[in-house]
């Protein structure tokens, strides 16, 4: 096995015995990035020079003792989190020359425990998408079918892993933009609760609903990754002071399921469903009773309603963060305005993509004068049943379980010009970021060639359960070990 095709925690242990050095290890990764990403397109900026600092750093704390789970580990982060000394453009035009003053609060605690970042990672502009199409500078391609979408928005951050360019990576989740991009790329996605892991230095999209979260080769990483970055921010207003668990120590004993009670939501099975992607998550269904969890079909009642509930509530938080793109204070400004007005209007007529302003100005729409009480504030009370659906499933089982997205990923071209259909790629996802609950993403098969994601939901903080059933699943399973041959 080559060195950028190791797991982090193959990696944790070959750096640990002094097999290898974190800088072998970089190096590595980074002729690997020259070498596929011309095709894959994840990254937006590779900051080699760090890394390779960050590693010769990471192999002198080493030899002075250390030993962190990501010491030396080179991952790759999405280019909505804010790092000192690289850009973040959030794959907009407007943000095109951002460079951040500070860290994000996740980014200072992979530098306490040493990791190496590799670069940011290309997304749908402002982390509105589900396909990776929307970036201003240009689409990823699906690392297992390069005329494929790697999915969204953090579709740069799941083609980096899937296609070895990484050991792991972070992505944001605001819809599903971390859980779709690892079922269609074929690698694990957990979305955290909202107030686990904190937002600061996240550049917002929907504040009530982002959420960072791992990205990895297997399950055991990301339960790596999120103990990393996981715990309170005082510096976050909507940080959770909540107790975090060992994430790695949960996964012991995964094998027997005994006691755990699945839930599998009927109205998550829906009419127009590729049958290749209900077969993979109904067999995964058996592997779970097999591992002796009790696998019974619960309702979720106002699903049917999460797509235009996120989509009014969404817009609106979005129409408000991204009105502090003016060309005045930071990032693009439009260099013919004649006056203040004119700058701001030029400025966000060209810094902004076509995604972004269909949202910006429906969320503007929903909030205005006459329409707010009618469209956003009833798609807040909506929300409310759609939480009490899951809060009313969480007391008879442990765990939700059900597919990642309606079909396998498509063709990149394909649904660019339909925004209701690639609205629609999101459908079984939505629902998750609408509760404030916890959700990931593990490879269950494949259909065409492409991967299938099963989606595993767990109550608020109930993130240890998600990962114990996920690694009890993925140990008794061979799909995580498939690699794409790029």
Avoid at 52 to 66: F, H, K, M, S, V
Avoid at 299 to 314: C, F, G
């Amino acid at each position: 096995m080559k060195l950028h095709e190791l797991t982090i925690h193959q990696a944790r242990q070959l750096l640990r015995s002094g097999e290898v050095s974190s800088v072998e290890l970089t190096q590595t990764c980074l002729e690997r990035i020259s070498a596929v990403d011309e095709r894959v397109r994840a990254y937006l900026t590779i900051t080699d020079g760090l890394a390779l600092a960050q590693a010769r750093e990471a192999d002198q704390r080493r030899r002075e003792g250390e030993d962190t789970p990501l010491l030396g580990i080179p991952l790759a982060i999405k280019d909505v989190i804010c790092m000192e000394g690289a850009p973040t453009t959030c794959g907009s035009r407007i943000l095109e020359n951002f460079m951040p003053p500070y860290d994000a609060t996740v980014i200072e605690r992979l530098r306490e425990t040493g990791a190496v970042i590799l670069g940011k990672t290309n997304m749908d502009e402002f982390a509105m998408g589900s396909s990776t199409e929307n970036s201003a500078f240009g689409s990823t391609h699906n690392p297992w079918d390069l005329t494929c979408v790697p999915g969204g928005s953090s579709g740069g951050s799941a083609a980096a892993v899937a296609a070895d360019e990484c050991l792991g990576s972070l992505g944001s989740d605001t819809g599903g933009s971390i859980r779709q991009p690892a079922s269609f790329c074929g690698v694990v996605g957990i979305k955290p609760s909202y107030g686990r892991v904190s937002r600061y230095g996240l550049v917002a999209f929907a504040s009530s609903l982002d959420q960072i979260g791992p990205l990895g080769k297997e399950v055991r990483d990301c339960a790596i990754l999120l103990q990393a970055i996981a715990g309170y921010d005082e510096r976050e207003s909507t940080s959770m002071p909540v107790e975090v668990d060992d994430y790695v120590m949960a996964l012991e004993g995964a094998e027997d399921l005994s006691g755990v009670r699945i839930g599998v939501p009927q109205e998550y099975f829906i009419e127009g469903m590729q049958p290749e992607v209900e077969r993979a998550v109904r067999e995964a269904m058996d592997v779970l009773a097999g591992l002796r969890a009790e696998v019974m079909e619960v309702s979720l009642p106002h699903t049917e309603y999460a797509l235009p509930v996120y989509y009014l509530i969404a817009p609106a938080e979005a129409s408000a963060n991204l009105a502090r793109y003016d060309g005045v204070r930071y990032g693009f400004r439009h260099p013919k305005a004649e006056d203040i007005w004119d700058a701001y209007r030029k400025s966000r007529q060209h810094g902004f993509g076509a995604e972004v302003k269909r949202r910006i100005m429906l969320g503007t729409y929903a909030l205005s004068a006459g329409y707010y009480d009618a469209y956003y504030l009833k798609a807040q009370q909506v929300r409310t049943l759609i939480k009490g659906d899951f809060d009313r499933a969480f007391e008879e089982v442990d765990l939700l379980a059900a597919p990642v997205s309606p079909t396998v990923a498509f063709r990149m071209g394909e649904k660019v010009d339909d925004p209701l259909k690639m609205y629609l790629s999101d459908v079984f996802t939505l629902s998750v970021n609408l509760a404030g609950i916890c959700g990931a993403s593990v490879p269950c098969g494949f259909a065409d060639g492409l991967p299938i994601g099963l989606q595993l939901m767990g109550a608020a903080f109930h993130e240890a359960t998600v990962l114990r059933v996920a690694y009890a699943y993925e140990q008794a399973t061979e799909w995580h070990k498939r690699r794409p041959a790029l």
